[in-house]
């Protein structure tokens, strides 16, 4: 502060004519004695009551520069708000002094603790740290500095473990209660917005045993504190600190010490004392030698002497060129070349309170101005404790926090960090392992945000992030992975081709269409010999060309559905099969009608002739055509997607359209069916030699067999499987007729041809 007037005082640019003088004081940062130099400085230095309505004083402070720290500069400022008098602290960095209704008059050259509550916030978060330990000092810098960083932690989505605060001058036990926390905690990571004083005490306790390995976490009350850096164990911390600079010719200041300087000062002498380990006084103490001259200031190596990297010394001098700046406006005018200044000049504190609104300056670098609230531009480098080669700690800057900046460009790090025990791996604090993809977060119960559990997603959902705190579904027509952390088409399924038991069909279907062409060129080779005559040739041949119908329109259920197979499939399959069951039908009535035509008297084959048995197969399959036709119209089947059968693929199906058509055209064939098989089984006993009506029988016996199972099975079976019922029930009742009906008479055609004679067929039994 003395330097930094000086220079002012020997300007010729500010201030030019006028002497700046100045009285120090030590608060010994205690709020009463804070209180009394604060009534003491407005009260200004006459001894003469005025009695008058002149209160005007000579020697009034216009302003003052202090304190460094947050609770004596909160009791300083609402004395000075009263007296109308600005205070600009370089260090007190508390929240609370930027509510102007508060502190109306107070400025400061060093940024609020929101800024480095919400840098540090940042820098947690950065490195992927959500669970925390936190410490503080108990004072309004420690508890105000907390109260942010909480709040932007909060925001951050960080979780606090502890929160304990302490104060340098609290009993030994209170200490090592904290110290003891530190200790038990899961938390690798700890922040600590305290000031030096308050640190060292608390390292201190810590040292005694094993100290516990954290990751430090830092404000600039004393992240760069030199003395700190004995602990080793601290190692790697991180923090915030207000940006360093550089003072031209403050160090040639500092070492301008005489024998007298040092002498006339208590603070000096001192200081000089114990950088030299000898004494200047009289009453020497007996353990120390006598000061004998040739004590060289120049080349002592201490924090005095150090001047490379000032940080707070450099906002106590942006704080004395502020006011003097204010003062400058309120009491000269001109251009740079004619500067005058009115020495004369009434000046009082509320203008220089004025003037400091709209200070905006450069010095050294180093810009300076104060928004709304008094607060300058917030800037911190980022510094971390690294060991040199030679085995000294020291601070390393690392980055910076410029608040500034837009969002997202604010926190920057450009150089290497050590982390705890000088490692280079970026240490884990976190209260639970993420949460990989295909599974959500679950809270523990009674446990901060940051603790929770890892639940595999529910089937059918997913989560594609990390730490997802929710599991979705997937689309209908999309189905999770193996491992739920994206969603696949489903795959679609229905009897194809291409498969085991849609081959394995195909061939039965084509066999039988071959055994069915097979029988039907047998009967056409033989077709004059009396087995095939027997009973109607011509029916016969009609019968084994919808048997073999029926066996190929099995076919066009297998592939996938189209709007012309579901139509196809459904009415082919009921126009064939009811052809089929026609043609048995007439064969059946022709058997029964030429026993009748046996018996004396009995003409009735006139009646139930060739003719009559073609109008009878057209009939009754016109009737089915009839039933197919309108259930096309009306509504016909249609393929759709199946999604609900199962979930995790969509079966392609033909869905039926109208229930009652398919259920008509089934319930038409049973009826054909269970005639068939009552007027087969009436004849089954008539007495030829080669009775066909017990073939029918049979064969209609097999065929009600297969479709009765049908049902149960059909509506029961899933998704493609529905479609093999189906196929199967075709297939097994047409090979149930083929073999029944013709089977045993191509076995005589060709095999026991003595049997294929008239005499043979009109033999009783």
Not at 699 to 712: E, Q
Request: glycine letters at 6%.
């Amino acid at each position: 502060m003395i330097f930094a007037i000086d220079e002012i005082n020997n300007s010729s640019k500010l201030l030019p004519g006028i002497k700046l003088g100045y009285e120090i004081y030590d608060s010994c940062i205690a709020v009463p004695v804070s209180a009394h130099i604060a009534f003491q400085l407005s009260n200004g230095q006459d001894p003469v009551y005025y009695k008058n309505s002149n209160c005007s004083q000579s020697g009034v402070v216009m302003a003052a520069v202090g304190d460094s720290g947050s609770t004596p500069s909160i009791s300083i400022s609402r004395i000075f708000r009263s007296f109308g008098i600005p205070l600009v602290s370089p260090f007190a960095t508390c929240a609370c002094l930027s509510d102007k209704q508060q502190h109306p008059t107070f400025f400061r050259t060093i940024p609020s603790d929101q800024f480095q509550a919400d840098g540090l916030a940042k820098l947690v978060k950065h490195f992927g740290w959500t669970w925390i330990g936190a410490v503080r000092s108990n004072s309004d810098y420690g508890n105000y500095g907390m109260a942010s960083f909480l709040d932007a932690a909060l925001r951050e989505g960080i979780c606090v473990e502890y929160s304990e605060a302490f104060y340098r001058t609290d009993a030994p036990y209170k200490i090592k209660r904290v110290a003891d926390m530190i200790r038990r905690s899961t938390a690798i990571v700890v922040v600590s917005f305290a000031a030096s004083g308050d640190m060292k005490v608390l390292l201190e306790e810590l040292a005694r045993d094993p100290p516990p390995p954290r990751q430090w976490i830092g404000s600039e009350g004393w992240v760069t504190d030199p003395h700190l850096m004995s602990f080793s164990f601290c190692r790697g911390a991180i923090g915030v600190a207000i940006q360093q600079s550089v003072i031209p010719g403050l160090r040639d200041f500092l070492l301008d010490l005489s024998p007298s300087k040092v002498t006339s000062s208590s603070v000096l002498t001192e200081f000089w004392e114990e950088a030299f380990e000898c004494s200047l006084t009289e009453n020497a103490d007996l353990n120390k030698r006598e000061c004998d001259g040739t004590e060289d200031i120049k080349r002592l190596k201490n924090p005095y002497t150090e001047t490379s990297q000032l940080r707070a010394t450099n906002m106590v001098y942006k704080a004395v060129y502020a006011i003097a700046y204010a003062i400058h406006s309120a009491v000269c005018m001109g251009n740079k070349s004619t500067i005058y200044c009115d020495k004369y000049f009434n000046l009082e504190p509320k203008h220089v309170f004025t003037e400091l609104k709209k200070v905006n300056f450069t010095r050294n670098g180093y810009h300076v101005s104060f928004d709304s609230k008094g607060d300058p531009v917030a800037f911190y480098e980022l510094v971390n404790w690294q060991k040199s080669d030679s085995g000294i700690m020291e601070l390393v800057t690392v980055g910076y926090y410029d608040a500034s900046l837009p969002m997202g460009e604010q926190f920057r790090i450009n150089r290497n960090l050590t982390w705890l025990d000088g490692g280079t791996q970026v240490p884990v604090s976190v209260c639970s392992q993420s949460c990989p993809p295909g599974s959500r977060k679950v809270l523990q119960k009674g446990k901060p945000i940051c603790c929770y559990d890892c639940i595999l997603c529910p089937e059918g959902e997913i989560s594609n992030i990390t730490d997802s705190p929710d599991c979705f579904l997937c689309h209908e027509e999309f189905w999770p992975n193996t491992k739920k952390d994206a969603c696949l088409l489903k795959p679609v399924e229905f009897l194809s081709f291409d498969e085991v038991l849609g081959i394995i069909l195909v061939v039965f279907s084509v066999s039988g269409a071959c055994l069915t062409i097979t029988a039907a060129t047998v009967f056409f080779y033989h077709r004059t010999t009396p087995v095939v005559r027997a009973n109607n040739s011509e029916l016969s041949f009609l019968l084994l060309f919808s048997l073999t119908l029926c066996f190929l329109c099995s076919l066009t259920f297998i592939g996938a559905p189209s709007e012309w197979s579901c139509m196809l499939r459904h009415t082919a399959f009921g126009i064939t099969f009811v052809l089929c069951i026609s043609c048995v039908l007439g064969k059946t009535l022709v058997v029964l009608m030429a026993f009748k035509a046996t018996l004396p008297g009995n003409n009735v084959m006139k009646w139930f002739g060739p003719l009559q048995q073609r109008l009878t197969v057209v009939c009754l399959t016109l009737v089915q055509i009839i039933i197919c036709t309108l259930w096309l119209v009306v509504s016909p089947p249609f393929p759709v997607k199946n999604l609900t059968t199962y979930k995790e693929k969509i079966l392609l199906e033909c869905a039926l359209g109208s229930a009652v058509g398919f259920w008509a055209v089934l319930g038409y064939i049973g009826l054909l069916a269970v005639f068939c098989f009552v007027l087969a089984f009436l004849a089954r006993k008539l007495p030829d030699n080669f009775n066909e009506a017990k073939l029918i029988t049979f064969s209609m016996l097999i065929f009600c067999a297969v479709w009765i199972t049908f049902i149960p099975a059909y509506v029961s079976s899933p998704g493609k499987f529905t479609v093999a019922v189906e196929i199967f029930a075709i297939l097994a009742s047409s090979y149930g007729l083929i073999l029944c009906i013709f089977a045993p008479k191509c076995f005589i055609i060709l095999f026991q041809p003595e049997k294929n004679t008239k005499k043979y067929m009109m033999n009783k039994k």
